[in-house]
């Protein structure tokens, strides 16, 4: 009876899940042998990969807050304590003493209130179901002493990372409990303080071991080793295996949200990630804008935080000007480019009274600015122009070299509130507060497909990555799929109420993510012919203000919390 090689069919196999997104089918996660079938060697496949998605949440840089962190860790100290998983409870456990002293350190450093009150709640925290910690017990005994920060076992301490070993079960709970309540401090402690490595990878390298000694076991005791089915066999029940996953919905990855700390005294009104999604601008109601590095590098200035002035009026719209600038758009009518290696503003592109503008031009009215507040902002890949959408009905066409549109598009019956330009750079398509959709010859400024059927302002627009299709949606609730090329709807999506604000489509153009600013996220797979819904999740934000997807299937989220 002719062999098989049981190994080579399992690589190829996990190779093809990999492919697909199957993120933790590796070899080892499941075994192609006589007595699995293959509906039972997929179904593992599948249930191994729902279990590796998850949510990673990062935050700004918020300042410590006595009140915050009190109230975040009493809630998160009594979540670990009624666990009922007897392992979670005790792995959590150990982060327990560690978030405690770090939180206290930050207070101390950042002399935010007393230090009475500080050591009150180191004290008051230091009981019930917290592990013995000698750090702790060091603190205590130091009292409020005013070089605490300097001594030796302090600054060890706060030297490196805190590295703790989860099970993925209880790195998903803890993962679930940050997305289901407001934690943003204590978010920023696990992630600038603690380590927490990612199971499937220790796993997987224990499992690389594993399949290692078995082979050498193996070539000692051939005899004792069961017979591999027949070659014809193997190979029927390896293309069914690969069928089946073929017409699998794909499987999304995991989601990351990066949230900005949302204030009354500075309110968050847009926000966008790079194309790194390595940093992150958020433009505020204040008028100012601030940027971020979610990296350990720092920006082009050297700092890892930064806020630019110049705005006199809430910023509305904020966008990346590919790697070179940043862009918003405010309600005092203006659009400012901010370079990236200084973050100084050099270029204001405004509204210029008619009677000086006379005197330069004859065209004059052609070349004005925008007179009311702009809401909407778009930048054109192929020829480095940007397209602006504004409260006096027209959208504006602009170099970064002239401070004067190039273009003006006029049309809308309402103000139009989305942007987006098709990939071969000659098309624009906008929607408005009128309900319809229209894309325009970017070169003559014609209107070439007017889109109506929504019953409600048009939130957000985004083009195919194939440019053959244009999904909108709106206060309406529905997400439409339009053909470009014959001006129809194709497909109508439910997102719920509210509607959808913000959308997105994956690189490879399968998947269409839609969310609404109140935080429902939702995404369809619609690879297979059909829209089939993958997944549907509910982010704890006051605002949801950007998403976007990097690498395939990994989907980015920006938003706001208190």
């Known amino acids: 009876m002719s062999k098989v090689d049981l190994q080579g069919i399992r690589q190829v196999v996990c190779s093809y899940l990999r492919r697909r997104n199957y993120t933790s089918a590796h070899e080892g996660t499941f075994e192609v042998s006589a007595e699995v079938s293959v509906d039972e060697m997929v179904k593992r496949a599948e249930l191994s990969a729902r279990l ?109 990372k805190s590295e703790v070993s989860l099970a993925r079960e209880t790195l998903n709970q803890l993962r679930a409990y940050l997305i289901s309540y407001e934690s943003a401090q204590l978010l920023q402690v696990i992630g600038q303080w603690i380590c927490l490595p990612d199971p499937s990878i220790s796993g997987m390298t224990a499992e690389v071991d594993s399949d290692n000694e078995e082979g050498n076991m193996s070539k000692q005791n051939s005899e004792a080793l069961p017979e591999p089915p027949e070659e014809a066999n193997a190979a029927k029940d390896l293309a069914a295996a690969l069928a089946t996953v073929k017409e699998s919905p794909v499987q999304p990855m995991p989601m990351q949200a990066f949230f900005v700390a949302n204030s009354k005294t500075k309110p968050v009104a847009c926000a966008s990630l790079d194309d790194d999604a390595s940093v992150v601008a958020a433009g505020l109601e204040s008028g100012l804008c601030e940027v971020w590095s979610l990296t350990p590098d720092t920006l082009a200035t050297g700092n890892a935080h930064q806020t630019l002035i110049g705005h006199c009026g809430p910023v509305r719209a904020i966008a990346w000007y590919l790697d070179r600038a940043l862009l918003s758009s405010s309600v005092d009518h203006t659009i400012r480019l901010w370079p990236n290696e200084t973050l100084n503003c050099n270029a204001v592109y405004r509204y210029i009274n008619k009677k000086i503008l006379n005197c330069i031009n004859k065209m004059a009215p052609f070349f004005r600015g925008h007179n009311g507040v702009v809401h909407a902002l778009s930048i054109c890949r192929q020829n480095l122009y940007f397209s602006s959408a504004s409260d006096d009905l027209t959208l504006k066409l602009w170099s970064p070299e002239f401070c004067h549109p190039i273009r003006t598009f006029a049309g809308h019956m309402k103000a139009p509130t989305a942007l987006q330009f098709h990939r071969n750079g000659l098309y624009l398509a906008s929607g408005a507060r009128d309900n319809t959709v229209r894309i325009w010859n970017v070169s003559d400024g014609r209107t070439v497909r007017l889109l109506s059927g929504h019953e409600g302002t048009i939130r957000s627009v985004a083009f195919h990555p194939d440019g053959r299709t244009l999904v909108t949606a709106g206060d309406d609730m529905q997400v439409r799929l339009w053909d470009v090329g014959e001006g129809r709807c194709r497909a109508q999506l439910n997102v719920g109420p509210g509607g959808a604000s913000h959308l997105a489509w994956s690189k490879d153009g399968r998947c269409l993510a839609a969310a609404s600013s109140s935080g429902l996220v939702k995404v369809w797979d619609l690879g297979l012919g059909e829209a089939v819904l993958v997944n549907s999740t509910r982010l704890q934000t006051t605002a949801l203000l950007h998403i976007r997807y990097r690498l395939n299937h990994s989907l980015y989220v920006v938003g706001a919390i208190p």
């Open 52 to 160: 590796s998605q998850s949510h990673v949440l990062t935050v700004n840089n918020a300042p410590p807050d006595l009140a915050a962190y009190d109230q975040q860790f009493s809630r998160f100290k009594n979540w670990v304590s009624k666990l009922s998983d007897d392992r979670a409870r005790t792995e959590l456990g150990q982060l327990l003493p560690l978030i405690l002293s770090h939180m206290y350190l930050d207070l101390v450093g950042a002399s935010s209130g007393s230090r009475v009150n500080n050591y009150k709640f180191l004290k008051r925290h230091y009981t019930g179901n917290i592990s013995n910690s000698n750090l702790i017990e060091d603190l205590l005994a130091l009292g409020t002493c005013s070089d605490l920060l300097g001594r030796p076992s302090v600054e060890l301490f706060r030297s490196e």
